[in-house]
C-alpha cells in the first residue's frame, strides 16, 4: 500500500494526478479514511467491524513489542499465520498479518512495515511481506482505472471511517453501475458539484454504500462482506434467476447483481427496487436543483 503519498497529503503536500492510475489515490485518504482491502483485511470469516478492530488493536500492539530485524519479523509472520487458521470466503486470497493500525489513535488502518510506520526508523520491511517489497509498492485495485474520477472523489468525501471505505472503494462494478444509473437519468456525467455542496444527497450516497453491510436481499450463502475484486473470474457473483420468479430482469440488475442479490418472490425484487429508487431519486434531486428530473 502507498502509505507514503497519504503521508505527504496529511502533511499538506499535493499528489501529482499522475503518480496514479486514474488520477485519484484512494489507499490513505484521511485522518480515519484508508483502504486495507488488497491485503485481505476483508477476506475473514468474522469480517464484523468489532472483531477486525479487536484483531488490528492487538496485532498492532505486539508487533510494537518485536525486535526490528528479519528473523523477528518473520518470526511475528509465522506467530500470527498459526494463532489464525480459520477458513477464509476466498481461499486463494491472502491474508496479511502485517495490516495494522498506523496512526496513534488506532484511526487509520495500514502497512506495520512500511518505512513511516512507527518503530521502523525509516527503513522499508516490505520485502519481508509474502507478496513482497515490490508488490506492496506498485500494485493498484481495479478501482483506480476502472472508476470515474468524480465517483471516487464522492466515495472519499462521504465515507467517514476505514471499515466502510475499504468496503466499497474496491467495488468497481457496483460504483459504476450505481453512478452511472445517475448518469443515464440525468443524460449528462455525474460531478462532484451535484452531490457533495448537498446534505441529503451526501447522505444517500452513504445510505447506499451501507447497504454492503445491511443488505436484507443478500442471496443466501453469498460471500461477504468483504469483496474480490481481482480480475481472475475465480469468484464470480451468480446472476439472478428472474426465469424462476416469472418476472423481466429488473432495469436495475447491475446494482442488485453486485450487492449479490437472491430473490425467492417478485414483491421481494419489487421491495429491494423501491429502496434503491428511492436513493436514486434523493441523488438525482439535488443534482436537478431540486426541480425532479
Not at 488493536?57 to 526490528?68: C, S
Not at 445491511?214 to 446472476?239: H, S, T, V
Amino acid at each position: 500500500m502507498r502509505d507514503e503519498i497519504g503521508k505527504k497529503e496529511e502533511a499538506g503536500g499535493k499528489c501529482i494526478a499522475a503518480a496514479v492510475p486514474g488520477g485519484v489515490y484512494l489507499c490513505q485518504v484521511g485522518d480515519a479514511v484508508s483502504c486495507g482491502a488488497c491485503c485481505g483485511l476483508y477476506n475473514r470469516a468474522d469480517a464484523s467491524r468489532g472483531t477486525l478492530e479487536d484483531l488490528i488493536a492487538g496485532r498492532t500492539e505486539a508487533f510494537r513489542q518485536i525486535p526490528r530485524d528479519a528473523d523477528a519479523i518473520t518470526d511475528f509472520q509465522v506467530h500470527m499465520e498459526r494463532r489464525d487458521r480459520e477458513l477464509r470466503p476466498y481461499p486463494d486470497f491472502y491474508h496479511c498479518p502485517f495490516l495494522g493500525f498506523i496512526d496513534p489513535g488506532c484511526r487509520r488502518v495500514g502497512c506495520l512495515l512500511h518505512p513511516m510506520a512507527d518503530g521502523n526508523d525509516g527503513i522499508d520491511y516490505r520485502g519481508l511481506s509474502f507478496y513482497g517489497g515490490l508488490a506492496c509498492r506498485d500494485y493498484f485495485c481495479p478501482s483506480y482505472r476502472n472508476v470515474g474520477a468524480p465517483y471516487k472523489e464522492i466515495v472519499r468525501s462521504v465515507c467517514t471511517d476505514w471499515y466502510l471505505y475499504g468496503l466499497v472503494i474496491t467495488e468497481d462494478r457496483l460504483l459504476n453501475a450505481f453512478f452511472g444509473e445517475i448518469e443515464k437519468r440525468l443524460n449528462r456525467p455525474l460531478t462532484m458539484a451535484d452531490v457533495l455542496p448537498h446534505a441529503d444527497s451526501r447522505q444517500a450516497v452513504l445510505e447506499f454504500l451501507a447497504l454492503k453491510l445491511i443488505w436484507p436481499y443478500r442471496m443466501q450463502g453469498a460471500k461477504g462482506p468483504g469483496n474480490y475484486f481481482f480480475n481472475d473470474g475465480l469468484y464470480p457473483k451468480p446472476p439472478i434467476d428472474y426465469a424462476q420468479l416469472g418476472v423481466a430482469p429488473s432495469a436495475l440488475d447491475p446494482i442488485l447483481h453486485e450487492l449479490s442479490s437472491g430473490f425467492s418472490r417478485p414483491d421481494a425484487l419489487n421491495q429491494a427496487e423501491v429502496l434503491i429508487e428511492r436513493l436514486l431519486d434523493r441523488i438525482l434531486r439535488s443534482a436537478a436543483g431540486g426541480e425532479g428530473y
